[in-house]
């Protein structure tokens, strides 16, 4: 079995944005005795599956020299990563934080004061209020607030910091109560499950109350995340999208050259695309995804790998989802080859909810085209991924699969998915009625039948979920997978 670590270079090299990979490169590059390092990182960062064996051989390196080099690439790396080169980054405005401190040690006041006050300016812009802590702890150690006019300065620069606290405490309540929301909204999903009052209950925090409750830039954006995230969850869809815009708005509507706004931007755009879509509305997504598109171009020079693996993947169920309400099948099949590269290459990377999307609709749309087998393939991924939390995304996806053994007719394997399909969604809480009567209606229609009594029997079970899908309080099940004018087809 292989080190756990021994990965880690290979890992660390690959998740590297082009920006600073071409930085690190010509760092290497300025010294000769770097020459076998650089065909290192260089062969790395080229191949996926990085043979050790080949690249021994081929310079002619002992075992142990090999691992010296790379244990010495890796820490030079990791050194090079120390120093951002984004002017206003976390780490260097902490390395400003250590300039102010020698300065200070050093008594030189008036410097200190002018440094304090830059910091101050750019961490608030940015909303890091953590490191305006810890700022203004230092002017408060060094009594750098005794030099300046009037007397009660020193009492002043005291209740600064704790405002800079109160600040903090603040943005890091909304920020986790936007991330408990967003993990627990995958589990729902649908209207119709009877403990969603988990969910809806977040709204009653006193947090969620007023949106004056959140005192910074961040804290208002994380206000607006969590209310749609408790409505998507919820699948209404309408105050989703209404909350999502609110989000992306207020952030360009507040912009600073401090503070890199792009991931926050793109969650928020991307939840009211999801929201238009879940509502079969495809305007919104012809007149904002282009300026998704070009948040995604004008930010890409500095991704990270799972920044990278995040944004692509959202954005193909972003253009899947719109293919299938347009049914655009011809221009399915021209980017699919794209779209399977995409997933392959950043599956792994991304949020598991987007990760099993993308199956299922792929696997949709070639349903939809008649490429059954194709079709079968994802859904057989899909029911792979037991643990996933999207619930909502492997229920849609097994009774798809039960729709295309019909289809193909391979009546062997019917009966099984059938059970196993009632197991998950007894399960998961999620064996409505709606899906009960689907799974037993389709159970009875058998191979040996006739055309005429099978065509009876889908007839029944269409007028039966019709009926079904009036009266419920949702229908997300068919705007998924289409289960009615399937069974329309077949009469």
Known sequence: MSKSEETDLNLLISS????????????????????????????IRRKKDFEKDFFI??????????????????????????????????INLFKKLVELEVLLKNALYTKAKRKLSNLKKIASEKCNFEICCL?????????????????NSFKEGVAELDKYIQLSKNLSSYKLLAEEICELHYQFLDKRIKNRDTLLNYNKTPLLQDINNAKSVLSIYFFYRAKSLIHMGNNDFNEGKRYSFLAYEHLDQNPSKYRD??????????????????????????????????????????FNVITKSFTTIANDCLVLNYLWIKKDIDRFLHIIPEIKKNYDLHNEMTGPNFSVEVLLFIARMYFLNGMLKEA????????????????LIISCGNILRI??????????LISYLIHTSKYFLKSNERLFNLERSILNGLHKIKPYFSDSQKSQLFKELYLE????????????????IGILEWLKSKI
């Not at 944005?17 to 062969?43: A, G, I, P």
């Open 16 to 43: 590297l944005s082009s920006k600073v990979y071409n930085s690190f490169k010509r760092s290497l590059n300025t010294k000769s005795e770097n020459t076998t390092k650089l065909k290192l990182l260089e062969t």
């Open 403 to 412: 729709m295309i053994q019909h289809d193909l007719g391979d009546h062997q």
């Open 135 to 151: 700022l203004q702890k230092k002017a408060v150690e060094f009594r750098l607030f005794n030099y300046e006019k009037g007397t």
């Open 465 to 480: 979920i019709n009926e079904k899908l009036d009266k419920s309080e949702d229908s997300i099940l068919d705007k998924k």
């Open 57 to 90: 051989k081929k310079h002619k390196l002992s075992p142990l020299k090999f691992n010296t080099l790379k244990f010495d690439l890796f820490q030079e790396l990791i050194d090079h990563l120390k120093v951002s080169e984004e002017k206003y980054s976390d």
């Open 261 to 302: 706004d792009f991931l926050l931007k793109f969650k928020a755009l991307n939840n009211y695309l999801d929201s238009s879509m879940n509502l079969m509305e495809t305007t919104p997504f012809e007149k904002i995804h282009p300026e998704l598109l070009k948040l995604i171009n004008e930010n890409k020079h500095k």
């Open 376 to 391: 079968n393939h994802y859904c057989v991924m899909i029911s792979e991924k037991k643990t996933n939390p999207a619930s």
